[in-house]
């Protein structure tokens, strides 16, 4: 499908080439059983995706953008009363996040591998800059890619600053990833193509409605492995 055509591959970081979100999952769990002698653990929650969208504005994406938040929301639903122990526990949670092994998802190395000698590779993740390249650093791939961007925003022009600064024409570019909202659809406005791979488990943030999808079109895969007979001649 895209052999012939595409001459640059781009991947997503969380959640496409390594597990993410079900680390805040667990934290927003244990943080909504806490507060549940305030609220009820799903109004909580969703209290909180509420204040780390607002924030997102101010903080940016990342763990320590989303210890703000739970620290935020908690006291906000507290009534100002928040706990000493509940902040500590906060900011630990945090912490463990911040030093927790990354986790490769299944079969991405070896895609990869495979895709290195015939395309053009990058890496493009948005969030805080030290948490993104601890993580690159940790999971060794970084030998794959040519080149690797993170950003604090994944929008169009985003994207077309990036392709302008490595000379990679819209109608050659292919982004993968596992979120349609910052993916794929800024990557189809500006004339690339995209790959959707879901992940089990997505961030309120990045859910998109039916109509945002109208009219754009972009190949939606289970897994990365099935990446290899669109893109290699085999």
């Known amino acids: 499908m895209f052999h012939g055509k595409v001459k640059a591959v781009a991947f997503d970081a969380d959640d496409t080439l390594w597990v993410n979100e079900p680390f805040f999952d667990r934290a927003k769990a244990e943080i909504a059983d806490m507060m549940s002698c305030y609220v009820p653990a799903e109004r909580f929650t969703e209290f909180l995706e509420h204040t780390q969208s607002r924030n997102i504005n101010v903080f940016g994406y990342g763990v320590k953008s989303f210890v703000i938040s739970m620290i935020e929301a908690a006291n906000k639903v507290a009534d100002g009363r928040i706990k000493a122990s509940d902040i500590a526990r906060i900011i630990e949670l945090g912490r463990d996040m911040l030093n927790?092994?990354?986790?490769?998802?299944?079969?991405?190395?070896?895609?990869?591998?495979?895709?290195?000698?015939?395309?053009?590779?990058?890496?493009?993740?948005?969030?805080?800059?030290?948490?993104?390249?601890?993580?690159?650093?940790?999971?060794?791939?970084?030998?794959?890619?040519?080149?690797?961007?993170?950003?604090?925003?994944?929008?169009?022009?985003?994207?077309?600053?990036?392709?302008?600064?490595?000379?990679?024409?819209?109608?050659?570019?292919?982004?993968?990833?596992?979120?349609?909202?910052?993916?794929?659809?800024?990557?189809?406005?500006?004339?690339?193509?995209?790959?959707?791979?879901?992940?089990?488990?997505?961030?309120?943030?990045?859910?998109?409605?039916?109509?945002?999808?109208?009219?754009?079109?972009?190949?939606?895969?289970?897994?990365?492995?099935?990446?290899?007979?669109?893109?290699?001649?085999?």
């Not at 925003?153 to 990833?177: Q, T, W």
């Not at 190949?219 to 893109?231: D, F, G, I, K, W």
């Open 100 to 234: 927790s092994p990354v986790e490769h998802i299944e079969g991405v190395e070896s895609v990869l591998h495979a895709l290195g000698g015939e395309y053009k590779l990058l890496m493009i993740t948005k969030g805080d800059v030290a948490e993104q390249q601890r993580k690159i650093s940790l999971s060794g791939m970084s030998v794959y890619f040519e080149h690797i961007e993170i950003l604090a925003e994944k929008d169009e022009a985003a994207y077309e600053r990036i392709l302008h600064k490595h000379s990679i024409r819209h109608e050659e570019f292919l982004m993968v990833g596992n979120s349609v909202k910052s993916d794929v659809l800024p990557v189809v406005g500006i004339g690339g193509s995209a790959v959707h791979i879901p992940f089990h488990t997505t961030w309120a943030h990045e859910v998109v409605s039916l109509d945002d999808l109208c009219g754009r079109e972009y190949v939606e895969l289970s897994r990365a492995s099935e990446l290899l007979p669109l893109l290699l001649s085999l």
